[in-house]
């Protein structure tokens, strides 16, 4: 049994670090440099980032290696560096997480359309090897393969962890409300679609990031827990929905608004619970905080 499923049995819920791009941006990250590269050039920053998170006494910390497959890697010349980028990922929040909190290697879509005969099966399935081992290499102790629309992406992307390491497996989607009202991915995939795939790939814990604030996300974890009673689930929220200001992104939940969100999410059927774009250390925080009150773990 893998440590997240062996936490949730001393644990009600699990919490979750936060967005690590919006971070890494803070810190002087520029718009179209590698965050990847980071991991080498500004290693003392990524690690700051990562204790920035594990100080709040959170159960999982991701690395800073969402957009590093070599597909990704190559767009900025870097395609031959990818298992430095990737293990070095691993090893900076390994330091930051020690032995009691799960380190979660992050596995970002390729970018790469199967459908559209942008690259083959064999060639994805080994970018995800190769990534997958050097997080394992670097002291990973699962994979949370995320932001996912495409079934056929991630299968190969579950696929290539479990035949090549011992790392559990996370998966998520990333959803969007259609006018009829329900959601789907931009590939057409609906939630009870993608439990269904991911699980049978060999998806240990499933869930949702990315697109939606957590009211936006109770409805998806209604529909993965509906179809699978017995899974955990993982929501990683936006801190509400993008708007534009000023020619810039803007996410405008405060840490108050999602915070009072977290019992809703819960009975909505997730375990854990963490942030994605927007959030920031103060948002998990309060987080941490509202389960503490609400849940009584």
């Known amino acids: 049994m893998g440590k997240i ?12 670090d936060g967005a690590w791009g919006t971070t890494l941006h803070a810190m002087g990250l520029r718009s179209g440099e590698c965050p990847e590269l980071w991991n080498i050039t500004n290693r003392e920053k990524v690690l700051k980032v990562a204790k920035g998170y594990t100080e709040l006494g959170i159960d999982m ?13 190559e767009q900025y ?23 009691s909190i799960i380190v979660l290697g992050s596995m970002g879509p390729t970018g790469k359309i199967l459908l559209m005969g942008e690259v083959t099966e064999d060639e994805m ?31 190969l992307a579950i696929k290539a962890v479990k035949d090549n390491t011992n790392l559990e497996i996370v998966c998520t989607f990333t959803f969007e409300k259609t006018v009829k009202g329900d959601y789907k991915t931009m590939m057409g995939v609906t939630p009870e679609q993608m439990a269904h795939e991911v699980i049978n790939a060999g998806a240990e814990i499933i869930g949702t990031n990315c697109g939606n604030g957590i009211n936006g996300m109770i409805p998806i974890v209604r ?13 990683h929220a936006n801190a509400g ?7 810039k992104t803007i996410f405008p939940e405060t840490t108050e608004e999602m915070a009072k969100q977290v019992p ?14 927007g959030t920031t250390p103060q948002h998990i925080l309060a987080i941490k905080n509202a389960v503490h009150k609400h849940m009584k773990f």
């Open 264 to 277: 809703d999410i819960f009975k909505a059927g997730a375990n854990i619970i963490g942030g994605c774009c």
């Open 61 to 73: 910390l991701e690395t800073n290696s969402f957009g590093g497959s070599r597909f990704k890697l």
């Open 223 to 235: 529909e993965l827990r509906d179809f699978s009673p017995g899974i955990p689930i993982l929501v």
């Open 125 to 155: 399935y080994e970018a995800f090897k190769e990534q997958a081992i050097a997080l394992a290499m670097g002291g990973a102790d699962d994979a949370c393969i995320e932001t996912m629309s495409a079934l056929d992406e991630a299968v």
């Open 241 to 247: 929905i993008p708007q534009i200001e000023d020619g």
């Open 5 to 16: 499923k062996e936490k949730l049995k001393e644990k009600k819920v699990l919490l979750s």
């Open 77 to 99: 010349g870097l395609g031959d560096r990818t298992f430095e980028l990737n293990k070095t990922a691993a090893e900076i929040s390994w330091e930051a997480a020690g032995e």
